[in-house]
């Protein structure tokens, strides 16, 4: 008997509030842990849907599951809770997470913006780094988009270890049909051929099936023999050779670890471009892999003008075309009738008018740029806090590094309190403090990271330390991150009378980027990117950070557990340094510098005179547009041309954007009114104080 909205199971310690998935064995339910007020994910196995032969084999997966969900705590690893029996019904009790498996974003969506798809493999690669390490000696064997789960943040979970091998077991845990169970389009040449122990490089390769079809949205296994950039124009070559790698029918030219995959995605990689380039990315993909109409172009180009005077569609002029001195750009031509001309899939271009000596390129000057220098920064690479950098007082709880992230953890009534030797910060000058963490549990008592201009002493009653804390407000600054069960994400700021506090609602246990810079007098503080607070002027200067709590409370406390990935301050100069001169490229006509060059191929970039912004050339072409799933006119999936067009490089960023609010006194709606609303766990949750 299925369960329904309402029921609660197991002695009503969970009450059953969606069904929101179906899997193999049966449904997963989204659930209310009661005693514990937390959102839980329950797989249920029930007995009456299976014959003896499959309920054992179904329990010895679930039993199994548990046991290796147990054992892993880690960031990208599904956590499992408990595994408990009901008569005959077996309940999995899980990590709830709050986004869409992998196999439904790109059924939704299809190829993923290269960063991202990036970024989500590199997540992958911490995961099966953990689970290959660990003593258990653990092969998943069923690594595929349906067993990625991705966060409300995009960041990506492994569940499912019901096929997992383990390295104590005494069989081989081999599957009926074949040598070793699991999911032929994602199973390595050992898995489908061999009846022995398989080595963690078979999880590599169905993990470069994954990412294949993360960049190209094709199954690898069906166009096997292709290289990914073949399928989507634009790709680097070197993430071909990385795909190379990991996809080779030998295991023994494969990566034998994870973390070696990582690192040749970091590399390739290179400096993170941001919100832009993964715009542009995604842009490029869709116009040169996947289809587009000029329409629906211009639709994203709109959208991202709206968010930030973004992109700008360009199209590239004809033999006979002169600029018009217009300010809006101008759409290609209607296509003929398709009737009347064969769909193709080399772009065609109208041949270039007659050439007349080039005059000689001239250097442009591109837009200044504020170059910044890494003061201070710590990744947590070792095992250990570093003893020149950090001092640490343990308390009662727990400090561990594992895996680049640094946990604080207590039961007791003192909190690690972790704080830096040195003054990390310049002492004049701009600057920006940079940190990424996340809270894995909420609860009463609440920590934090702080970056201040006085060191609280160590073992104060939390009156003492109130008190002292306010004392020192009066002449320095506070400002940071916090969280407990009852108040959710808060953000702080102190100097003198001024006292903010910015509350998002809770419990928060994503990943979280806080970012604070000193500038022109004033703090900005921005979490994950968007603006939070900009303070009144002030002078003061923070001389520490510290992690953790101060206090001594005079009673044992729930804590919540801390983890923080990185901490990172940036020295940035007041007065803007120019960039190196960039030439541009002159077309072969009479006004080179009015219009952009005639002879090019995609990537291409020129310099556009108007407002010396880098434009990139995407070439025509005739392309897929449409869906058979969609709604009725988007029916039936038709080649469409589409003409070949410049788009805007780069986009204003957030400093730009903040130095002209400040220059002309720019108010939005929420800061005038004082309150505004954010999307936060599936719903918009009004947050207060915003100014």
């Given at each position: 008997m299925s369960l329904n909205i309402g029921d609660d199971i197991l002695e009503g310690k969970y009450v059953i509030m969606d069904s929101i998935d179906e899997g193999q064995f049966g449904?997963?339910?989204?659930?209310?842990?009661?005693?514990?007020?937390?959102?839980?994910?329950?797989?249920?196995?029930?007995?009456?849907?299976?014959?003896?032969?499959?309920?054992?084999?179904?329990?010895r997966r679930f039993q199994k599951e548990a046991q290796i969900g147990a054992?892993?705590?880690?960031?990208?690893?599904?956590?499992?809770?408990?595994?408990?029996?009901?008569?005959?019904?077996?309940?999995?009790?899980?990590?709830?997470?709050?986004?869409?498996?992998?196999?439904?974003?790109?059924?939704e969506d299809g190829p993923l913006p290269v960063e991202e798809a990036i970024e989500i493999a590199m997540g992958l690669c911490n995961g099966l780094a953990a689970v290959h390490d660990h003593p258990l000696g653990i092969v998943h064997r069923d690594i595929k988009p349906s067993n990625i789960l991705l966060t409300s943040q995009g960041h990506a979970k492994i569940t499912d270890f019901g096929l997992a091998q383990l390295a104590a077991e005494s069989g081989r845990s081999l599957g009926k049909g074949g040598p070793?169970?699991?999911?032929?389009?994602?199973?390595?040449?050992?898995?489908?051929?061999s009846a022995g122990y398989l080595r963690p490089a078979s999880d590599l390769y169905s993990l470069g099936c994954v990412l294949f079809e993360m960049l190209t949205g094709k199954v690898y296994k069906k166009v096997e023999g292709t290289k990914a950039s073949e399928l989507r124009l634009g790709l680097p070559e070197w993430l071909?050779?990385?795909?190379?790698?990991?996809?080779?029918?030998d295991q023994k030219e494969r990566y034998s670890a994870a973390d070696e995959v990582k690192t040749d995605l970091r590399k390739g990689q290179g400096p993170r471009s941001g919100r832009v380039g993964r715009m542009l990315h995604s842009v490029g993909a869709a116009v040169a892999g996947i289809g587009m109409s000029w329409r629906l172009i211009a639709v994203i180009a709109g959208i991202v003008a709206v968010v930030g005077a973004g992109f700008v569609l360009w199209?590239?002029?004809?033999?006979?075309?002169?600029?018009?001195?217009?300010?809006?750009?101008t759409p290609p031509a209607e296509p003929a009738p398709e009737s009347t001309r064969t769909p193709t899939r080399t772009p065609t271009r109208t041949p270039p008018p007659t050439e007349t000596p080039a005059a000689t390129p001239t250097a442009t000057p591109a837009p200044t740029i504020s170059a910044s220098t890494v003061v201070f920064q710590n990744v947590f690479d070792g095992r250990s806090l570093a003893p020149a950098v950090w001092a640490l007082d343990i308390g009662s709880g727990t400090a561990l590094v594992s895996d680049g992230i640094l946990e604080l953890a207590s039961s007791g009534r003192r909190y690690p309190y972790v704080y830096t030797l040195k003054d990390p910060f310049p002492s004049q000058g701009t600057f920006q403090l940079t940190l990424r963490l996340r809270y894995s549990q909420v609860r009463t008592c609440g920590v934090g990271v702080i970056m201040t201009s006085y060191l609280v002493p160590v073992d104060l009653s939390q009156a003492e330390a109130a008190a002292r804390q306010q004392e020192a407000e009066k002449d320095g600054v506070q400002a940071g991150i916090w969280q407990d069960h009852e108040n959710g994400l808060q953000l702080w700021y102190r100097s003198g009378t001024e006292r903010k506090d910015i509350r998002f609602s809770g419990p928060n246990t994503a990943w979280n980027e806080l970012s604070i810079a000193y500038s022109q007098g004033?703090?900005?503080?921005h979490l994950n990117g968007t603006l939070a607070y900009v303070s009144q002027p002030t002078t003061h200067r923070p001389e520490?950070?510290?992690?953790?709590?101060?206090?001594?409370?005079?009673?044992?406390?729930?804590?919540?557990?801390?983890?923080?990935d990185y901490i990172r301050v940036e020295s940035i100069p007041s007065t803007p340094v120019p960039s190196t001169p960039t030439p541009t490229p002159v077309a072969p006509t009479s006004t080179p510098a009015a219009s952009p060059p005639a002879n090019t191929t995609f990537g291409d970039t020129w310099v556009r005179p108007k407002d010396n912004m880098r434009m990139v050339y995407v070439p025509a072409g005739d392309f897929e547009m449409g869906s058979e799933i969609g709604e009725t006119d988007e029916r039936p999936v038709h080649l469409v041309y589409v003409g070949d067009f410049w788009i805007d490089q780069v986009e204003v960023t957030n400093l730009a954007l903040e130095q002209f609010a400040l220059e002309t006194g720019y108010r939005t709606d929420a800061e005038k009114a004082g309150w505004g609303n954010i999307w936060q766990n599936g719903r918009w949750n009004r947050v207060d104080g915003l100014d």
């Open positions: 449904k997963v339910y989204l659930a209310d842990d009661v005693p514990l007020k937390r959102r839980v994910a329950i797989k249920e196995l029930r007995r009456e849907d299976w014959t003896e032969e499959e309920y054992i084999e179904f329990r054992a892993l705590r880690r960031e990208n690893v599904v956590e499992v809770y408990t595994l408990e029996p009901s008569g005959e019904e077996l309940y999995l009790v899980m990590e709830y997470v709050d986004g869409p498996s992998l196999q439904k974003r790109l059924e070793h169970p699991g999911t032929p389009l994602y199973m390595s040449p050992e898995q489908e051929t071909d050779d990385v795909l190379a790698k990991m996809l080779a029918d199209p590239k002029p004809g033999p006979t075309a002169t600029p018009t001195g217009s300010d809006l750009p004033r703090y900005h503080l520490l950070v510290w992690m953790g709590h101060p206090a001594r409370l005079d009673s044992d406390c729930q804590w919540g557990t801390l983890q923080v």
